[in-house]
């Protein structure tokens, strides 16, 4: 089994390789994650600093992408916010992942629960994710913490729909009613022969949920109800940016290319993925 299962990832590996999409969508995120990790060494300016003698100074050598109101550097905070916005994406992706595979797993497995699990997810996918996420803000209130976890909520809905069907595929198979047969406990079943095989699906599904969280966190901060002044998150820095459109465009341009390069690059990895690790692709 676990022969197979590195042989099988090997060749997934290879397909990946030689997806163009996939491997730009990679060389982008793996641009802003190196640049977010290294943000100090890339620059020199101190991310909140405020020099009110050099406001709303347009892109130059001096400052790569110009300054904002408070003359603060735009490209230092495009680096530093990349680490928030990237978190952000992460730690709502790992909330959404496990409560949602745990979930969609019992679903799968023990039908008797089934019905009340997914008329709970019914219920959630019934109302649009950003819409609920202002929701689930209002109630716990504004802030960073906040919006990670009304993000990762509305988006464990997606992950209890995957997981359910790929059990529901698995756990029909000959060898778990061998499992069974012979008396191996539920959640050893689940854990050696139902996890690994649907570890596809799941891995797929991150990716391109990870874009999506942080697009969803974007919006949150930029309707004002995530990531605060003076945190440089790159929602943020657009919802500021808009009140100075007009006479300071770098404000808004330039924190709007990172948030659509990153959910970009997340996408064509994410295809790329479910290319690479769909058996019937060759």
Do not use: C
């Not at 008797?112 to 209130?141: C, E, N, T």
């Amino acid at each position: 089994m676990e022969s197979a299962s590195v042989s099988f990832f090997g060749m997934a590996w290879k397909k990946l390789r030689k997806n163009k999409g996939a491997m730009i969508g990679g060389s982008i995120l793996l641009f802003f994650i190196l640049t977010s990790v290294f943000a100090p060494v890339l620059t020199h300016y101190p991310v909140n600093e405020m020099r009110y003698d050099e406001t709303l100074k347009p892109p130059s050598r001096e400052h790569w992408l110009g300054t904002d109101e408070f003359g603060r550097d735009i490209y230092t905070r495009i680096l530093y916010g990349g680490r928030v916005s990237l978190l952000m994406g992460l730690v709502a992706v790992s909330i959404a992942g496990s409560v949602g595979v745990f979930l969609g797993v019992i679903a799968g497995y023990y039908r008797r629960l089934d019905l009340y699990i997914m008329q709970l997810m019914d219920i959630l996918l019934a109302f649009p994710s950003l819409l609920m996420a202002i929701a689930i803000v209002a109630v716990l209130g504004v802030g960073l913490t906040n919006a990670m976890i009304a993000v990762a909520i509305s988006v464990i809905p997606s992950f209890v729909r995957v997981v359910r069907g790929s059990v529901l595929a698995v756990r029909e198979k000959e060898y778990i009613e061998s499992a069974r047969a012979l008396g191996v406990r539920d959640w050893k079943i689940i854990v050696r022969h139902i996890l690994p095989n649907i570890a596809s699906p799941i891995i797929v599904l991150a990716t391109l949920q990870f874009g999506v969280s942080i697009l969803s966190a974007a919006a949150l901060s930029f309707l004002g109800l995530g990531a605060q002044p003076p945190n440089p998150e790159w929602g943020a820095l657009v919802f500021v940016g808009k009140s100075f459109l007009s006479q300071a465009w770098w404000m808004t341009l330039y924190p709007g290319l990172a948030i659509m390069l990153v959910v970009l690059g997340f996408n064509l990895l994410g295809d790329g993925l479910r290319d690479a690790l769909d058996p019937r692709i060759k």
